[in-house]
């Protein structure tokens, strides 16, 4: 009887952790539902394996040069920056910020209006939901490394350009080299396609492992297309059972 009330309570706790995170209804194969119960965690979701392992712009990242420097060094090297046009309509420079030698560095695509005026990332709603999702791994915001692509708000949110990406991309592949992380999550289309160098969709490369300079990258969904798309959010969080997996 008492196993019951537990194995129910257990149940209610599961549910309304699915139920907080935004899922409608529940991500899991029937097999499945047993480990999350018995776990009373998700981490410990046992996701599907792999399907691919491709290599896109394999280059190994030479870290004896810039060994001494660090991501102050960075920082204070793009200074006041004014590399390109979006330096004109910016409140601050949004840098990035997290553990300077984090296991996973998230990487979006360039401040919007909350960003800008904090100068922090992702802090805005399209932040909190990424917040939300780095606690439900069991990890804290100070525990991962989140930059993005561009580092100035582009005018009215819009997707930056091509020369601003060009311009500013470097950056973040200096913030890399200097971070080493064990896996690079890259939220939506222009971090992905920007790292790994490609075309192809957001909508084809997530939930595949890529490879940036020996460092496996996850492409996922952004998480202000979450916030629009709520019904595929559950694919988000597949995607990062698999860095959890990557980690282990
Ligand atoms: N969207 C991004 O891509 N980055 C942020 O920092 C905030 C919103």
């Not at 009330?5 to 097999?31: N, T, V």
């Not at 006041?80 to 330096?87: A, E, G, W, Y």
């Not at 991962?144 to 930056?160: L, T």
Request: proline fraction near 6%; glycine fraction near 6%; hydrophobic fraction near 35%.
């Amino acid at each position: 009887m008492n196993n019951k009330i537990e194995l129910i309570d257990k149940l209610k706790k599961s549910l309304e952790f699915y139920q907080e995170l935004g899922f409608e209804y529940l991500p899991l194969k029937r097999a499945d539902i047993s480990n999350v119960i018995s776990a009373g965690a998700v981490s410990d979701y046992n996701p599907a394996t792999i399907s691919s392992n491709q290599q896109v712009a394999e280059q190994p990242v030479d870290y004896s040069s810039n060994k001494e420097i660090t991501l102050e060094d960075l920082k204070n090297e793009i200074g006041d920056c004014h590399r390109c046009k979006l330096s004109k309509g910016r409140k601050n420079i949004v840098f990035g910020e997290g553990k300077a030698d984090a296991d996973i560095m998230f990487i979006g695509e360039g401040p919007g209006r909350d960003e800008d005026i904090q100068g922090r990332p992702f802090v805005g709603d399209a932040g909190k939901l990424l917040t939300n999702l780095i606690l439900k791994l069991g990890l804290r915001r100070q525990d991962v490394y989140i930059a993005n692509i561009v580092k100035c708000r582009p005018p009215s949110n819009r997707n930056p350009e091509e020369d601003e990406i060009s311009t500013c991309a470097p950056f973040v592949e200096r913030q890399i080299a200097i971070i080493k992380p064990k896996v690079i999550v890259c939220l939506g289309k222009i971090a992905a396609q920007t790292l790994l160098k490609t075309n192809v969709p957001i909508s084809k490369l997530r939930g595949n492992f890529f490879s940036y300079k020996n460092i496996p990258v996850m492409p996922t969904f952004h998480p202000a297309y979450l916030l629009r798309n709520p019904k595929d959010k559950w694919l988000t969080w597949e995607d990062m059972q698999k860095v959890l997996d990557k980690l282990k």
